[in-house]
């Protein structure tokens, strides 16, 4: 019975409650050990009985072995493996030992894992128990997090319990919390009075005293005649009780629990057991004194702290010999994964043979994800004496770490590394890993200068790798704006005599010329082009996406982005989706498929959490400011704008400043966005400044600064007839229309060239300033014409603010035009427009969560809402409604 426990339990039935109404809820317990975290899980699982409830625990013992949580709460479950799609089943059976393959995304398998228990979800409500989650093995503890922050609509609750004082996964995961602290004075008294061993009267004072209301200690702590005061001895107090209890058995139990101690599988403990002469009749009396109890195939010990009690009482030579019979175990079942973690842990010292058992088994195909390939070259490491092989191994980790997402580990594994690595190749090798892991984290300053030191180390040994790891500090160079380094790479390259040099000169030659605004950047730019075309490696495509971008070429940048993104989706590749999105999202915003581009953005921002890529959760959030921009949705603008401005002059401060300006602009603050605009052309990195030079004309004319935009003006002219697109020329037209007397002319060659492709947003903003022109010069009939167009436009990306000026215009223009009615229609979320959007190609639920990291249940409820706000009833409809307009999808009448 639980004491004192009421607003706890009624927190965690109003998330049954929740889960048997088809919602999801998740919630973290933390507190100190013997707190009661064990207790109310227990009690859950009472009160679930009308529920299906899956239960894992961590354990000290596993928390090597990759996936061994996974196991134990999913491994009921295989049977309904074939349900999932191809990929994911392959990922968890991969996962959960059912199959070899190193070569899975450790993202996968937590859509897998989601999609599994949505899965068993629609049967009946489902409760997962997570215990002592702080020894969870990492891998277990990864998926499990990244598929419970994607519940949503499913009938399912989640329990992880966690030591205040060891550290998890979910310490940072963004998960609601429960804090369990001690038990009240009363309650802890009632607790006392539990004990099988009744406290005298008075001593009780003093155990309460000593226990500070912790169940475990009350329960536990010996009454002898001489309660200790100190409240922090109680845990060594509790552990020496348990000590105690495992010196009274018999010694053939002893050996027993001690191999229990390092497998809790039974079908394992018990054969490995038998090897050192104990039978299934020795658990009894461990069994009896409670220390112990076989649940559902496992051996779960009473505590935790069982385990430092066993390993006290127990002598090296008996925990050897535990690992040496359950390696011959699992030798002869097979599993050489687990005979080469079990030889691992019989080592002493340095091992050759233990690593090299490692190394095979990470090597040839028959481990569970790439999570493993990292811990298992990691442990053979440490078993190494030798240093340049001990160095080799740990970079293959630091790799294999890489690989997978796990940046921190990486950079750890790869620092390690280099401690023990003296060859140029071998350092050059751990320079690509920490380059990696530093881009990723923003801090391309820093990639810069590891791979341009690296190049040149090796530049006589090995050429073609030189001139790759220039170009990767070319590329670094160019994602921190800084154009001398690009300069000193490109100058580095040529004198190095590598064979890419040409291709780092063309990088640096593209990138200074954008920097400048003046000199000749396309000619570079489709030289790299050119010369990567047909390239299919995922980091090649995206920076040829990159420069299709900087060509004003959204169209291809958008179909590369496109292939990448159903790749990575039909894949599961979550990491690859986090680096692709960014490009899809620009290309998106500029091709004026603005739903789309905010979806994906979105998607790309929780992904990049997940991933812990930090430079692509930049690009997106300017994507998502500049589309709040365009909307007129000023607070969010700023919100989102705050960290880029606050970081200083890069890139991103750069697109979040134009930002902020168009949102001025679009608002009729013309003053403050000429101020910003004119400080942006005077910083570094103007080249991303580019797409904000007809903002800046724009914003001069207003406030009388003709001389300022004339100069802008130019620049963008001269930028525009290099790229040759109609739409850019189109923009040079209208910048020039503002700015002499030839209006009429340019304006008219502005409105046919939109016509002819391009950002149909730029497209209405010309047709409303010639509008307004032509209302000015009385051309009244010509000038309803072109707003119309741009209205029409405007209300249908949700431009308000400019939607706004053109209803003006065209009231100025003697016409009755109705306010847009912005209530009538509710607008999607992103995550409704993603769905949304695959439903209507005929994609069924399960296809879509596939691709979106979504449970197919979840699925379904974001089309139940977004059915009515389309007003449509059925999928068929649905699909009638997008290719009415498949532009401009998403919303009933757009």
Request: aromatic share 4%; hydrophobic share 45%.
């Amino acid at each position: 019975m639980l004491h004192g426990r009421s607003e706890e339990t009624a927190r965690i039935d109003a998330m049954l409650g929740q889960a048997r109404a088809g919602r999801s809820g998740v919630l973290v317990l933390r507190g100190e050990a013997g707190i009661g975290k064990s207790a109310l899980l227990d009690d859950a699982a009472a009160r679930a009985d009308d529920m299906r409830v899956l239960r894992t625990d961590g354990t000290e013992s596993e928390t090597g072995f990759p996936f061994s949580g996974l196991h134990l709460l999913l491994g009921r479950q295989t049977g309904r493996l074939d349900a999932l799609p191809a990929p994911q089943a392959r990922a968890l059976r991969v996962a959960l030992g059912q199959e070899t393959g190193g070569d899975v995304d450790r993202y996968l398998v937590g859509l897998a894992v989601l999609t599994l228990l949505a899965e068993l979800a629609e049967e009946r409500p489902l409760l997962c128990l997570v215990d002592d989650a702080h020894w969870l093995d990492p891998a277990s503890a990864e998926a499990l997090i990244f598929a419970v922050r994607r519940l949503d609509a499913e009938a399912i609750a989640v329990i992880v319990a966690v030591r205040t004082d060891e550290p998890s996964p979910f310490d940072r995961a963004g998960l609601p919390e429960l804090p369990i602290g001690p038990l009240a004075e009363s309650a802890a008294a009632e607790v006392l009075a539990q004990r099988s061993d009744p406290v005298p009267g008075h001593l009780r004072p003093d155990l309460l005293t000593e226990a500070q209301g912790n169940p475990l200690a009350l329960l536990e702590l010996p009454v002898d005649g001489e309660p200790r005061r100190v409240p922090s001895s109680r845990f060594q107090r509790l552990h020496e009780v348990f000590a105690e209890r495992v010196r009274r058995l018999p010694e053939a139990t002893r050996r027993l629990l001690v191999v229990a101690a390092s497998s809790a599988d039974a079908s394992v403990v018990f054969p490995a057991a038998e090897r050192l002469g104990c039978t299934r009749d020795d658990l009894a009396p461990a069994e009896q004194a409670q220390l112990v109890r076989l649940v559902e195939g496992r051996l779960v010990l009473r505590h935790p702290l069982l385990f430092s009690a066993l390993r006290e009482t127990s002598e090296a030579g008996s925990r050897l010999a535990a690992h040496e019979a359950l390696a011959e175990v699992y030798a002869a079942r097979g599993d050489v994964c687990s005979y080469a973690w079990h030889r691992s842990a019989m080592a002493t010292g340095p091992d050759e043979e233990a690593a090299v058992a490692l190394e095979t088994a990470a090597s040839t195909g028959a481990v569970r994800g790439s999570a493993a390939v990292s811990a298992m070259y990691e442990r053979a490491a440490e078993l190494t004496a030798d240093r340049a092989r001990r160095g080799r191994r740990l970079t293959v980790a630091a790799e294999a770490a890489a690989d997978t997402g796990q940046l921190d580990r990486a950079a750890t594994l790869a620092d390690q590394a280099a401690d023990h690595v003296t060859h140029p190749l071998q350092l050059a090798d751990i320079a690509l890993v920490r380059a990696a892991v530093l881009d990723s984290r923003d801090r391309p300053r820093e990639a810069h200068r590891l791979l341009s030191d690296a190049a040149v180390a090796v530049a006589d040994l090995a050429p073609s790798l030189a001139g790759h790891l220039l170009f990767r500090a070319g590329r670094a160079a160019a994602h921190a704006g800084d154009f001398g380094a690009l300069d000193r790479t490109a100058a580095r390259a040529e004198e190095l005599g590598v064979p890419s040099a040409h291709l780092v000169a063309a990088l640096s030659r593209a990138f200074a010329a954008q920097n400048a605004l003046t000199d000749a950047s396309v000619a570079p730019l489709r030289v790299l082009v050119e010369e990567t075309t047909g390239c299919d490696r995922h980091l090649e495509l995206l920076d040829i996406g990159w420069w299709h971008i900087m060509l004003a070429d959204f169209d291809s940048a958008d179909d590369i982005a496109a292939r990448l993104a159903a790749v990575a989706r039909q894949q599961g590749a979550a990491g690859l989706l986090a680096s692709v999105l960014p490009l899809l999202a620009c290309a998106q915003l500029m091709r004026g498929r603005h739903d789309d581009a905010e979806a994906n953005a979105t998607e790309g921002l929780r992904i990049a959490a997940d991933t812990g890529q930090r430079r692509h959760a930049v690009t997106l959030t300017t994507v998502l400011a500049s589309l709040a921009a365009i909307r007129g949705a000023e607070q969010r603008c700023v919100e989102l704008t705050a960290e880029p401005i606050a970081r200083g002059v890069t890139p991103g401060n750069i697109h979040a400043a134009g930002a902020l300006s168009l949102l001025d602009l679009g608002l009729g603050r013309y003053e403050a966005a000429f101020g910003r605009l004119s400080g942006m052309l005077g910083a570094r990195h103007r080249g991303g400044a580019m797409v904000s030079l007809p903002d800046l004309v724009e914003a001069a004319t207003r406030v009388d600064r003709p001389a300022d935009g004339l100069s802008a003006a130019r620049q963008y002219a001269e930028w525009a007839g290099r790229v040759r697109q109609p739409w850019t020329r189109a923009i040079a037209l209208r910048c020039q229309a503002l700015l002499d007397g030839n209006a009429d002319d340019r304006y008219a060659q502005a409105v046919a060239l939109h016509q002819q492709g391009g950002p149909p947003f730029e497209r209405a903003r010309t047709e409303l300033l010639y509008g307004e022109w032509l209302r000015r010069a009385r051309r009244i009939s010509e000038a309803r014409i072109v707003l119309h167009s741009a209205l029409e436009i405007f209300d249908r990306l949700q431009a308000q603010p400019w939607s706004a000026r053109a209803r003006a215009e065209l009231r100025a223009a003697g016409e009755s035009v109705r306010a847009a009615d912005t209530g009538a229609v509710q607008r999607l979320t992103p995550q409704e427009h993603q769905v949304v959007q695959l439903a209507a190609r005929g994609l069924s639920n399960r296809e879509i969560g596939a691709q979106l990291f979504l449970s197919p249940r979840t699925v379904g409820y974001h089309l139940y809402k977004a059915y009515p706000k389309l007003g449509v009833g059925s999928r068929s409809e649905l699909a009638s409604l997008v290719a009415a307009r498949p532009e401009y999808p998403a919303r009933a009448g757009a």
